[in-house]
């Protein structure tokens, strides 16, 4: 069941990312006026970095690190709850603990290191 499992989210992440931009790009007519969205970068992170987990294949690493870093570059501010626009901040606790076990260095995770460490 794993190896199914594997199979379909590795099928899943390359469908989503083959092509650069928001689900809102691409289908206009249906959910530009509802659900905009801002950048995919954070649900890029955060399924690349699982499946980093899941697979440990280095490439799944290098594009959470990169997804993460290009997002948090585009965001305004930190980001310290999940909600329908923005998964910043459970792909930066996923970040933070690939980091902690020395697997990630990573642009722009500090600011989230700095705020989850002064609660």
Wanted: glycine share 6%; charged share 20%.
């Amino acid at each position: 069941l794993s190896d199914s499992l594997t199979r379909a989210s590795r099928a899943l992440f390359a469908a989503a990312t083959a092509r650069e931009g928001r689900y809102s790009d691409f289908f206009v007519k249906q959910t530009r006026s509802i659900y905009p969205g801002g950048n995919m970068h954070d649900n890029v992170a955060f399924a690349a970095g699982w499946l980093f987990r899941a697979t440990g294949e280095a490439a799944y690493l290098d594009a959470a690190a990169a997804a993460f870093a290009r997002g948090t570059a585009l965001e305004r501010k930190v980001e310290v709850v999940a909600n329908w626009d923005s998964f910043f901040a459970p792909a930066a606790a996923l970040m933070i603990n690939l980091a902690h076990r020395g697997q990630a260095a990573v642009p722009g995770l500090a600011a989230y290191e700095d705020y989850f460490q002064a609660k």
